[in-house]
């Protein structure tokens, strides 16, 4: 009886700072993480056969390269290479950089998005941008990879071979998005994520 001495526990999110009723264009892609975890690839091999078969795909990049400078990512050769040319990529038309923002203005341009577009092979422990998508109504699609999987409870979640395909569908699909919406805000919420707590500590399944 008692607290287990390991639990598994989670994230969560501060589900309302998440807006509402935020004009949203469907064909709009957002990626939210660093460049480092698949920014490449989405721009080089999967970007252009996007915008090849619909022609008004928009895809906005976030998060910047201050991170990886401070901590030196950016200072080796094979880094820097990389860094420059992601720099050249984001210049195809559609493509708009915008760097680091700040958490109010990320969530704001998350809801305006149609798909959070994040092919990564990284093995992501939680991923809290998982949460945040789905929370402001940005469909995932993604690599079924590391922890994302449990965090992507909707969306898609397929394989390099599929990732276009799917993404196109998800520009093209509303049914279901306000439901992804209200479940995420309130199931994967801080007060959620207390309430399992205090129900671990009561001795109740939590």
Request: aromatic fraction near 12%; proline fraction near 7%; include cysteine.
């Amino acid at each position: 009886s008692g607290i287990p001495k390991v639990y598994s526990g989670r994230n969560g999110i501060d589900a309302w700072e998440m807006p509402w009723a935020i004009p949203r264009n469907p064909l709009k892609m957002v990626y939210v993480s660093t460049p480092f975890r698949g920014l490449g690839s989405l721009l080089s091999k999967y970007y252009p056969r996007i915008k090849e078969r619909v022609k008004e795909a928009e895809l906005h990049c976030y998060y910047g390269w201050e991170s990886a400078d401070k901590l030196g990512a950016t200072s080796t050769p094979e880094g820097r290479a990389f860094k420059e040319t992601v720099m050249e990529l984001v210049k195809q038309p559609g493509v708009t950089w915008h760097g680091r923002i700040g958490q109010p203005d990320l969530y704001r341009e998350v809801a305006s998005a149609g798909v959070w577009s994040y092919p990564s092979d990284h093995r992501e422990e939680h991923c809290i941008s998982a949460y945040v998508a789905q929370a402001c109504g940005a469909w995932p699609v993604v690599f079924p990879v590391g922890a994302l999987p449990q965090s992507v409870i909707f969306g898609w979640k397929v394989g390099p071979e599929s990732f276009v395909d799917a993404v196109i569908e998800a520009m093209h699909t509303e049914d279901g998005r306000e439901q992804m919406m209200d479940w995420t805000r309130l199931w994967t919420s801080w007060d959620d994520v207390a309430s399992s707590w205090e129900r671990l500590w009561k001795g109740c399944p939590a």
